[in-house]
């Protein structure tokens, strides 16, 4: 059950005082501004009948048939991330592109300047890498962070990086979008951590995890506090291994109908192969996905990570162009941003 207060949660006193005396546990989620109390399901319609007439309250939720709350769609019907100037809804289909590993600034520079000249909001680079083997590329660190910083500010873009280690939460304070990567999907004290800076987080799905646990750590990330969550189908581990991974993109639909949280898909890690981001992308966005994260190197043969899968600037730019049309072709019609 959630109940959403007049004021804030933890200044509804009349409300915290009934649940106290009765004995019913409840979690203030610690959204900066969060006027919800999430209250436990046992005895849901007693509670309601005790809490109803409480001064506190403006709307109570409840007889949720979803084991969610705050990520639910049942409680929120169809709030839409405003990332300032960007909509993840329906109408759009957002893109977040860039190199696996941020390498030096020339690269960011050619990878930016097609991003911003192709109107997109955002770049991706990680500065932190989990690499399968010890001996591969383990990212530029801060440095890379201050690259990926300056190249943002110069080509007016909203950066997306991944943190690895709750040792770096500091560092990660001017990144605009945090990435919590599918190694650590379920890293619960990391999810706490990032939570608490108050930020939007790009969540990928472990490639082992079932929807559920993907969601309840997306539940992790709203009741700790982060600003909101976008949900990232990256591919799951199957039997087959033809391609890097399998992109469930039933799960983009399935995720719809339970939760209000957009939903984007990252083509390259799923397929693991250039050739096929083009036509994986196409095919989320017309199974309303709210978007992609895709790998772009200037030169992918020569990149540190992921050159196999990470597109060719121009690639990239036959991709937009591709997608644009799509949209046209769509519904009433999907911006590409
Ligand atoms: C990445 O985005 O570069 C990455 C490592 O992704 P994932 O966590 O999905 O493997
Ligand atoms: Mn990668």
Request: glycine share 6%.
């Given at each position: 059950m959630?109940?959403?207060v007049?004021?804030?949660?933890?200044?509804?006193?009349?409300?915290?005082?009934?649940?106290?005396?009765?004995k019913i546990?409840?979690?203030?989620?610690?959204?900066?501004k969060?006027?919800?109390?999430?209250?436990?399901?046992?005895?849901?319609d007693?509670?309601?009948?005790?809490?109803?007439?409480?001064?506190?309250?403006?709307?109570?939720?409840?007889?949720?048939p979803?084991?969610y709350e705050?990520?639910?769609r049942y409680?929120?019907?169809?709030?839409i991330?405003?990332?300032?100037?960007?909509?993840?809804s329906?109408?759009?289909?957002?893109?977040?592109?860039?190199?696996?590993s941020i390498?030096?600034?020339q690269?960011?520079e050619?990878?930016?300047?097609?991003c911003?000249?192709?109107h997109?909001?955002?770049?991706?680079?990680g500065?932190?890498?989990?690499?399968?083997?010890?001996?591969d590329?383990?990212?530029?660190?801060?440095e890379?962070?201050?690259?990926?910083g300056?190249?943002?500010?110069k080509?007016?873009?909203?950066?997306?990086?991944?943190i690895?280690s709750?040792?770096?939460?500091?560092k990660?304070k001017?990144v605009?979008?945090?990435q919590?990567?599918?190694?650590?999907?379920?890293?619960?004290?990391?999810?706490?951590?990032?939570?608490?800076?108050?930020?939007?987080?790009?969540?990928?799905?472990?490639f082992?995890?079932?929807?559920?646990?993907?969601l309840?750590?997306a539940?992790?990330l709203?009741?700790?506090g982060?600003?909101?969550?976008?949900?990232?189908?990256?591919?799951?581990?199957?039997?087959?291994?033809?391609t890097?991974?399998?992109?469930?993109?039933?799960?983009?639909?399935?995720?719809?109908?339970?939760?209000?949280?957009?939903?984007?898909v990252?083509?390259?890690?799923?397929s693991?192969?250039?050739?096929?981001?083009?036509?994986?992308?196409?095919a989320a966005?017309?199974?309303?996905?709210h978007?992609?994260?895709?790998?772009?190197?200037?030169?992918?043969?020569?990149?540190?990570?992921?050159?196999?899968?990470?597109?060719?600037?121009?690639?990239?730019?036959?991709?937009k162009?591709?997608?644009?049309?799509l949209?046209?072709?769509?519904d009433?019609?999907?911006?590409v941003?």
């Amino acid at each position: 059950m959630i109940v959403t207060v007049k004021t804030t949660n933890k200044e509804s006193k009349e409300l915290l005082s009934i649940l106290d005396k009765a004995k019913i546990k409840y979690f203030l989620p610690k959204n900066i501004k969060s006027k919800w109390v999430v209250i436990e399901r046992k005895d849901e319609d007693k509670t309601y009948e005790l809490i109803k007439d409480c001064s506190d309250i403006e709307s109570i939720s409840y007889h949720n048939p979803y084991p969610y709350e705050l990520i639910s769609r049942y409680f929120i019907n169809n709030q839409i991330l405003k990332f300032p100037a960007v909509d993840f809804s329906d109408k759009n289909f957002v893109l977040i592109a860039g190199p696996c590993s941020i390498e030096n600034s020339q690269q960011c520079e050619k990878v930016a300047s097609i991003c911003e000249n192709n109107h997109l909001h955002f770049f991706r680079g990680g500065a932190y890498k989990m690499r399968t083997s010890p001996y591969d590329f383990q990212g530029l660190g801060e440095e890379g962070l201050k690259i990926l910083g300056n190249t943002c500010k110069k080509h007016h873009l909203y950066s997306v990086s991944e943190i690895v280690s709750t040792d770096d939460i500091d560092k990660f304070k001017d990144v605009d979008i945090i990435q919590i990567g599918a190694r650590n999907m379920q890293n619960y004290d990391l999810l706490k951590k990032v939570a608490a800076l108050h930020k939007v987080v790009l969540l990928k799905r472990g490639f082992g995890a079932k929807i559920n646990e993907f969601l309840y750590s997306a539940e992790y990330l709203m009741l700790y506090g982060a600003e909101y969550v976008i949900l990232c189908e990256r591919g799951i581990r199957t039997f087959d291994d033809e391609t890097r991974f399998t992109l469930d993109l039933g799960m983009v639909s399935y995720l719809k109908t339970v939760t209000y949280l957009p939903i984007i898909v990252d083509p390259s890690h799923a397929s693991g192969r250039r050739d096929l981001v083009e036509s994986m992308t196409m095919a989320a966005m017309a199974g309303g996905a709210h978007g992609a994260i895709i790998e772009v190197h200037p030169d992918p043969d020569k990149a540190l990570s992921d050159g196999k899968q990470s597109l060719t600037l121009e690639g990239f730019e036959i991709l937009k162009k591709k997608l644009d049309k799509l949209g046209k072709a769509i519904d009433d019609g999907k911006n590409v941003l």
